[in-house]
């Protein structure tokens, strides 16, 4: 049931609230975070996390937190192109694949690709019972429950938490006696902790926000999303959410990387949606922002409270150390909203199915 939502997909996004809760739960023991599934495997010297679509999107942005947190080199890759080379695996790498169905064919087989060499996978799963959660060594199931809507969308909040779950529970056991790292550690499972009930708050606010904007910019043909850094893997999400819905063509592109060809394509009809959270990289990203400006293109920044810049457009999200889990549904909302005033049919997009069984 829809729960009076018109659309699935709408219900989905306001559920990730209680989907941050529930992925928490039996999780986090004081400032440990309990993943028994990997207690029995090896830490790894390396990690390959292999996907597709929206999920690789989430191993992407992942990568940040394992280097960060387990300080363990990670390698990110589209599940159709891994399982057609021939990919040379490190003696103590660790494979994790990310699927929400569990059925996904390019997904399960390099799956079996990596257990026929002899190497352990983590399964990152949400549907209980699936061939990825069968054949995986361990699996770790994202508390989402069931996505109707074909985009994915509460599914990716659950794999980011559980990611960075991952990633904590590998500083923990790497470096459980070294206090500085423990103190990051704890800051930023405060910073998780604290996430449900600031989501909670802020989505009726970025609803109307979606709404406004996708109003606005409804005449696009093309969007640019751009972020840098942890923003940048919610950029190439953000354009695959607008270009699965709406059907407007949408490029997600590393900030820095615009000057290096795409910048061309900027004139005042083709609008750029920047992700600019405050954390290191804020005066890169601004002035990434600018650049764009001074060529006429329009532009949705979205920033966090207690930051500025000089822009018509500006979204604001509330402050947090994790801006990603509250930039992800703004996107989302934004997409949503735009595909519903384009009359675009949001829970089934054309040309696509909610789990693709077929390489
Ligand atoms: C996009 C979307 C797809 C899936 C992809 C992988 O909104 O839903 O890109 O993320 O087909 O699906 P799973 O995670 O089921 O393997």
Redo the contacts with the bound molecule.
Sequence with gaps: AKDGYKHFMLKEIMEQPKVLRDCLVGRLQDDRVCLPELDGLPVPGSIRII?????YNAGLWSQYYLEQFAEIPVIVEIASEFRYRKPILKADELIVV???????AD?LGALRLCKEKGYPVVGICNVLGSSVAREASACLYTQAGPEIS???TK?MLSQMVLLLLLALYYGQRKNADCSHAKKLRAGILNELKALPEILEGALPVMRDKAKKFAYQYAYAKSFFYLGRGTAYSLALEGA??LK?LSYIHAEGYATGEIKHGPIALIDPDFPTFALAFDDDNFNKVCSGILEIKSRQGNVIALLQEGTELENNDLWYIPQTKLPEFLALPAMQLFSYEMADYLGKDVDQPRNLAK??TVE
């Design positions: 996907a597709c679509g929206t999920s990310i699927s929400q169905s569990g059925e996904t997904t074909v985009a994915s599914a695959l959410k699965e789990s693709v």
